[in-house]
């Protein structure tokens, strides 16, 4: 059975190969305006870092998968020094998946990282989730996703983000699917949380891919044409994409989660 990782990156280029070749062009030619001479991505500030460059990472590799322009980056995460926590994350999930091999060691020091160091930020919930399920080749043992479902613990308020990472790793919780469909927004997208107003890319590509691989029938062909046309409206005038519609700059972060959105549409759409 493909792992997490394995799943989310096919995703992503699926939704890559639905663009017109035009508009892959354009994508792939815009991250890489974006690089630097140490091999990194730049963050919106305009200066190299770690987690938009792991974001740049995803998004060349589901444009060409064959293209040597991911290998700066490589090289950039593999020796950078992380800043932060989810800044550590993005590196050991490319030390991970990056080698045709996994190197044992990386496996359990990841794994110790991931343990001692749960995520306190919305954003690091999704990608905890990747690193921990990027460790096992078959799947999380039951009794780690037990203890990972109390470091994840979810009510009602709980993010977007954290909803959809404690259902790839718990899919047979129903009250989380329930809540997830709940965040949608008839006129397309999902919301953060359940007070948020408006939608956003990143709860809207998270959201989608969670429940396309533990529930794919929950999401109907009416909210796939909806999201469809969110996805569509995030689309920035620097070629990148943005959080929420009509934005004037884009970044790699919400480029990969339009990709990925995009890619869980596309499959909604042939099945």
């Known amino acids: 059975m493909p792992g997490l990782f394995h799943s989310l990156e096919t995703m992503a280029s699926?939704?890559?190969?639905?663009?017109?070749?035009?508009?892959?062009?354009t994508l792939f030619n815009?991250?890489?305006?974006?690089?630097?001479?140490?091999?990194?991505?730049?963050?919106p500030s305009g200066t190299p870092d770690p987690y938009y460059s792991f974001f740049a990472w995803l998004c060349l590799r589901a444009l060409d998968p064959?293209?040597?322009?991911?290998?700066?980056?490589?090289?950039?995460?593999?020796?950078?020094?992380?800043?932060?926590?989810?800044?550590?994350l993005c590196a050991r999930l490319v030390k991970l998946n990056a080698a045709p091999r996994k190197s044992i060691v990386i496996q359990l020091r990841t794994l110790l990282f991931a343990l001692l160091n749960p995520p306190r930020d919305v954003y690091a919930s999704f990608l905890y989730a990747l690193t921990l399920d990027s460790v096992f080749e078959h799947g999380i043992p039951k009794l780690?996703?037990?203890?990972?479902?109390?470091?994840?613990?979810?009510t009602g308020n709980t993010t977007t983000p954290r909803l959809a990472a404690k259902l790839t790793l718990n899919p047979n919780c129903d009250m989380i699917k329930k809540l997830l469909l709940q965040r949608h927004c008839p006129t397309g997208g999902f919301v953060s949380s359940a007070n948020t107003p408006s939608p956003d890319l990143l709860a809207t590509a998270v959201a989608r891919f969670a429940l396309t691989m533990v529930a794919p029938t929950a999401l109907?062909?009416?909210?796939?044409?909806?999201?469809?046309?969110?996805?569509?409206?995030?689309?920035?005038?620097?070629?990148?994409?943005?959080?929420?519609?009509?934005?004037?700059?884009?970044?790699?972060?919400?480029?990969f989660y339009a990709l990925l959105t995009l890619g869980t549409c596309r499959r909604g759409m042939t099945e």
């Open 30 to 43: 815009a991250l890489i305006r974006l690089r630097h001479s140490n091999g990194g991505c730049a963050a």
């Open 66 to 88: 064959s293209t040597p322009e991911t290998q700066p980056l490589e090289r950039y995460l593999l020796t950078c020094t992380p800043a932060s926590p989810i800044d550590a």
């Open 220 to 255: 109907t062909p009416t909210h796939t044409a909806a999201d469809l046309a969110f996805t569509e409206t995030c689309w920035a005038d620097d070629d990148l994409f943005g959080p929420l519609p009509y934005p004037t700059r884009g970044d790699t972060e919400y480029t």
């Open 14 to 25: 699926k939704g890559a190969e639905g663009l017109a070749p035009d508009a892959r062009k």
């Open 144 to 154: 780690l996703q037990r203890l990972i479902g109390r470091r994840l613990r979810t």
